[in-house]
């Protein structure tokens, strides 16, 4: 573990008290700490904080390196790596793809696979100082337009008052392409979500595959059911399906 992030943290009583614990605990607890309290302090859900985020990956990393515990991080013989955490995109984590790790004065380009999550691990091989390889946490960071909690996918789409007064099918723009749903008469007083399902993230190891959440805002700018209705027959009927 880096000095910088031992540092943060003063002594292995700190770090037990940011796992939540009162003093030295056995494996399992431990690890049910640990797992309490990076899943609190995770910045995308609510009451979250970055910061807190990596003290408690910091505070694991301290009491695993002062031999409180030889239980290993989620991956397999994984290695503290300092504050060192792998930002992505909620779209990186649909979709996978290269990201640049910063370690120190070096820069390495990785490809992620799909269907990451918050806390999972990515490994670089032989990466670390010593030649071993280096098991970095993942963080997904919200979006204007997108955000991820557990294995769902939440996002907003203004829609016209009218529409939720009355009901109606609408078409949504998502991060797969357009999709239809149809939405209930009488929903303007509460607020509205849309499941659409098996849009989240994709399955990866023991997690499901996960779900997308619209949640449907009043926008007096937002098209009307009719408006809709004809973009859909326009994307529909081109002239080139016609000629066809």
Known sequence: MSSRATSEIASVAEAHALLGL?????????????????????????????????????????????????????????????????????????????????????ILRIRLPSGLRTGDHVRLRQAAADGNDLYLPVLIRPTASLRIMGDDVYMRWPVSQRL???????????????????????????????RLKGLGLPRRGRRPQGHLFVTLEPCADAPSSADDLLARFTRVWTPDRLAA
């Open 164 to 194: 939720l007064d009355d009901g109606g099918r609408v078409e949504i723009e998502t991060h797969a392409g357009p999709r239809s749903a149809w939405v209930v008469a009488g929903m303007s007083n509460a607020t509205t979500q849309l």
């Open 22 to 106: 009162d003093g030295p605990a056995d494996g399992a607890v431990l690890k049910a700490a640990f797992r309490r309290a990076i899943k609190a302090a995770r910045p995308d859900l609510d009451g979250g904080n970055e910061d807190h985020f990596r003290r408690v990956i910091a505070a694991w990393g301290l009491i695993r390196m002062q031999g409180a515990s030889r239980l290993a991080l989620p991956a397999p013989k994984a290695r503290p790596a300092g504050l060192t955490v792998v930002a992505i995109s909620p779209t990186q984590a649909l979709e996978g793809g290269p990201v640049d790790v910063h370690l120190g004065k070096r």
